[in-house]
């Protein structure tokens, strides 16, 4: 079945610096691409969804780059701030209710 | 609209208990999945449910733990009896349609003694 590989597991940057997270994926039939946070003591909480069809999205900060070839798929956080501190996820589906998701990165931003 | 809702927050458990977690869902959302967060194993299936009916039950997860689901806003998840090794954050997730983007709830924190 299909097999997600998050990484970093860690990550810190300091405030306004870029943060980068990178998934894999392994079954080219995926079709739908998430990013989620998750704050301390909370759900996870959507930041981004990505069909097959998009290479690129940018929304508010945080850009999401889909590269079906290389089936890789990545975040990035441009100027980061404190409040951004927190567990990020990625997640794919194949269409189905089968979601597989990432073992997260936890991000540390500091001031 | 209102989120997914899952209550309680927290609970605290004896070793052999029955405890029943409690999910509503976004309205309209016809798909409802249990999870279990762990640091180890991250997020785990437990069950899902399409329009009320259940089309997972999680299989490792089926002799202890039961999710039900009684009418399209509402679903209970029991652990009985609990093991201490079911300490966990449950959380409660719902979509449109299978595939379609899940929207979670805040979870509740078990931990059994």
């Known amino acids: 079945g299909e097999q997600v590989e998050q990484r970093p597991p860690h990550l810190s940057v300091r405030e306004g610096d870029s943060a980068f997270i990178i998934c894999t994926y392994t079954?080219?039939?995926?079709?739908?691409f998430y990013w989620y946070k998750q704050e301390p003591g909370a759900g996870l909480q959507l930041l981004m969804s990505v069909f097959s069809n998009v290479d690129r999205k940018e929304e508010q900060g945080l850009t999401v780059l889909l590269n079906k070839k290389d089936k890789r798929l990545s975040l990035n956080l441009t100027a980061a701030h404190p409040g951004d501190s927190a567990v990020y996820f990625c997640?794919?589906?194949?269409?189905?209710?089968?979601?597989?998701f990432g073992a997260g990165t936890r991000l540390k931003v500091i001031a | 609209d209102a989120g997914v809702t899952q209550t309680p927050r927290h609970e605290v458990a004896e070793k052999g208990q029955t405890i029943i977690l409690k999910c509503e869902p976004v309205s309209g959302h016809n798909d409802l999945f249990w999870y279990r967060q762990t640091k180890i194993q991250g997020l785990e299936l437990l069950s899902y449910?399409?329009?009320?009916?259940?089309?997972?039950d999680g299989g490792a997860f089926k002799d202890r733990f039961k999710a039900e689901m009684l009418n399209s806003s509402f679903s209970t998840l029991k652990i009985q009896p609990t093991e201490p090794k079911d300490s966990a954050v449950y959380l409660c997730?719902?979509?449109?349609?299978?595939?379609?983007?899940?929207?979670f709830g805040a979870g509740t924190r078990l931990s059994v003694l």
């Open positions: 449910f399409r329009s009320k009916s259940l089309m997972e």
């Open positions: 079954d080219s039939a995926t079709a739908y």
């Open positions: 997730a719902s979509s449109r349609l299978g595939g379609d983007t899940l929207y």
């Open positions: 997640a794919v589906s194949g269409g189905n209710y089968k979601y597989v």
